[in-house]
């Protein structure tokens, strides 16, 4: 059994870590309100725009659809990443980064990965594994805002229009609560419409035609598709952060006590051991 010196010194270690661990869980559900609050007010902005760009797609033909909606013959992939920039969050990361492996090894197995990484943890992993990272854009979330990611997302777009990739796939975790991510391999480029029904398009006039108002709404929908991804992610990322802390501090609490009981014993036989001691000498001194 350790001394007493030791289990003393590792129940104050304990008790410092369930602190930090304590404050961080609380940091980051201050963090998480703002985020969710966020991604919440953009989804039914995002999803009407996405189902009205569809809806307009699929009324056009194939050949109208531009460069965006074009589909190729798949060579080379894109994979964008999307996580944070520090740990302490359970496997929000690893989730992210074995979702990558599984669609490079198992739905693009031979084709000509690249890597644009959203986050310090996959820019880290993926330039240590010599993979092709064309950008890293780590300092995203110090500065969260639409413009910021619409630069993204033009970068993305010119070099789609350019022929360097003939898909593009966001991979990020969406926030659904406190506790749940899911994993989401969203397809970016090409644009593919979901839905054959093209009746609610006759229910609008259109000015200026049809097919300047899908010119003019691929490029924001796609902009606001990636800014509703990052903005999950953020969301998610404090939510399981917030998880995994409480977790830690609960696990230190119960070691604490744990420690705390082992202390109690170890105390109470040296103290034992100490009055048989006395007992046995003041015998020996009497007889």
């Known amino acids: 059994m350790a001394n007493l010196k030791e289990i003393r010194s590792r129940i104050t270690s304990v008790g410092s870590t369930m602190q930090i661990t304590s404050a961080m869980k609380m940091v ?3 963090k998480l309100k703002r985020a969710q609050d966020a991604i919440v007010k953009m989804r039914p902005y995002a999803n009407k725009l996405t189902e009205l760009l569809e809806s307009l797609s699929a009324s056009l033909d194939s050949s ?17 990443p999307i996580t944070s920039n520090r740990g302490l969050c359970g496997g929000f990361n690893a989730y992210i980064i074995k979702r990558v492996y599984e669609l490079i090894n198992v739905h693009y197995k031979n084709k000509e990965i690249s890597i644009l990484s959203i986050g310090k943890k996959s820019s880290e992993h993926f330039s240590k594994n010599n993979f092709n990272i064309i950008g890293s854009h ?17 970068d993305i777009m010119k070099k789609y229009r350019e022929g360097s990739f003939d898909k593009v796939v966001l991979v990020y975790n969406q926030f659904k609560n406190a506790a749940t991510q899911i994993i989401m391999a969203e397809n970016f480029l090409p644009i593919q419409s979901e839905s054959n029904d093209t009746q609610a398009v006759g229910d609008y006039l259109f000015e200026p035609t049809k097919e300047e108002i899908v010119e003019e709404l691929i490029p924001k929908s796609l902009k ?4 509703k ?11 399981a952060r917030m998880t995994a802390m ?3 501090t609960d696990n230190a609490s119960e070691l604490k006590k744990e420690l705390t ?13 100490e009055i048989l001691e006395i007992v046995g000498g003041a015998e020996a001194l009497n007889g």
Not at 64 to 80: A, F, Q, W
Not at 224 to 227: A, E, S, V
């Open 229 to 239: 991804a990052i903005l999950d992610s953020h969301a998610a990322e404090h939510g």
């Open 246 to 248: 409480h977790k830690a």
């Open 261 to 273: 009981l082992t202390y109690n014993k170890a105390r109470q036989a040296a103290i034992t051991g």
């Open 138 to 154: 780590d300092e995203l979330f110090n500065d969260l805002t639409f413009e910021n990611v619409s630069s993204i997302a033009d």
């Open 28 to 30: 980051s559900a201050a």
């Open 224 to 227: 606001t598709q990636m800014f």
């Open 64 to 80: 109208d659809g531009g460069v965006y909606s074009t589909k190729r013959e798949i060579s080379k992939v894109l994979i964008v």
